[in-house]
């Protein structure tokens, strides 16, 4: 059984890792837990 990721699944990795890097650093998340909402409409 083959367990690693395409090529295709590679680049969807890169590309969501450097959206939360960008629009949601931990403390960010941190952040936004604290208030009523829970998450940042913005990005949602």
């Given at each position: 059984m083959n367990f690693t990721f395409s090529?295709?699944?590679?680049e969807l990795r890169r590309t969501i890792r450097r959206f939360l890097d960008d629009k949601s650093p931990s403390t960010e998340v941190r952040r936004?837990?604290?208030?009523p909402d829970g998450y940042d409409e913005?990005?949602?």
């Open positions: 090529e295709e699944q590679d936004l837990m604290e208030t913005a990005v949602w």
